[in-house]
């Protein structure tokens, strides 16, 4: 356990906030500790078949860099996370699931954050009519799922929920933990 | 690329800062982007022999509760990450490590924050004689790398890099990556 004093400084986001916080420790021990409370997020392993997932390229402003990555995105206030992974997957690719079984619920920033993702893995892909949001998604790629192993492995997909969606997807697999219909 | 126009606000903590910036996208709109500028940190997955690992039980703050962890932190301004790795397992576990080899680099909040962690297998492990950070690690705890890969499929080991850190030194090891002196 550890305890709050006081609330040191703090910066205040659209959609989360960070305080910096003064902490008395199980040891009584008084120190600093970074709190950010943010929104809980939904991450989607989207199979066009059993053998090819879709990934987006897209720009991330904190590495200066351009990522290949699973869609993903925060829940909206109130929203459910199977209705935000529907929602940003049809957003940053262009398709609608039919079928969604969650695979991982994980915190990514352990350390300094409360968000927390959940890795779904959709099926039943379809097209839908509408334009992919630009301000976020520079391209959608379409590769094998041994591919994207490959390039975890090479350092080249190297997000935290990437990694997690593809490698557990594979383990639940492996274990027969799929349902058998997912692929319809 | 997303081109900062001007930081609205900031947070300063001890090892890292946070900065809300307005940023101009590629497609001209512009918007606001967090950025946290956080130093890079080592995580060790520290086998006892090769059925048997050591993790840490410790208090989350942004949480508000205890996890089970490998043991981990941040580099020390200028240290490098084998150092550091060497030097959190000592003061996370009282053991001193042989032998160190990278497993994977990864993004663990690639949304929000540039912190880089490097995971690296840890072996030939002697016990060392010092006191254990209490101001941290509640627990030492040993289990068998199968039990720990139970655990992170139940959802009870369920942060980044103690996932990623267990599920690919087995998917390296599959692939004959791991070196065969590795366990002595």
């Known amino acids: 356990m550890e ?8 910066l205040y986001a659209t959609h989360f906030t960070a305080e910096l916080d003064r902490v008395r420790l199980r040891t009584g021990k008084v120190t600093e500790r970074i709190k950010i409370d943010h929104p809980a997020a939904a991450a ?11 990934l987006v390229r897209q720009w991330r402003y904190a590495l200066g860099k351009e990522t290949i990555e699973l869609p993903a995105g925060k829940a909206d206030p109130g929203e459910e996370l199977d209705v935000c992974a529907l929602r940003e997957l049809e957003e940053e690719t262009g398709y609608h699931a039919e079928r969604l079984i969650p695979i991982f619920n994980f915190y990514p920033a352990i350390g300094y954050s409360n968000e927390l993702i959940r890795i779904y893995g959709a099926s039943g892909l379809t097209r839908i009519d509408r334009v992919i949001d630009e301000d976020e998604i520079a391209q959608v790629e379409v590769m094998t799922v041994d591919h994207a192993l ?8 190297h997000d935290s929920k990437s990694a997690l969606g593809i490698l557990l997807f594979q383990a639940r697999q492996a274990r027969g933990e799929i349902p058998q219909d997912f692929f319809g």
């Open 3 to 10: 305890e709050k004093i006081k609330t040191l400084s703090a």
């Open 44 to 54: 989607i392993l989207p199979f066009i078949d059993p053998a090819h997932i879709l």
């Open 150 to 157: 490959d390039l975890i492995l090479r350092g080249v997909i």
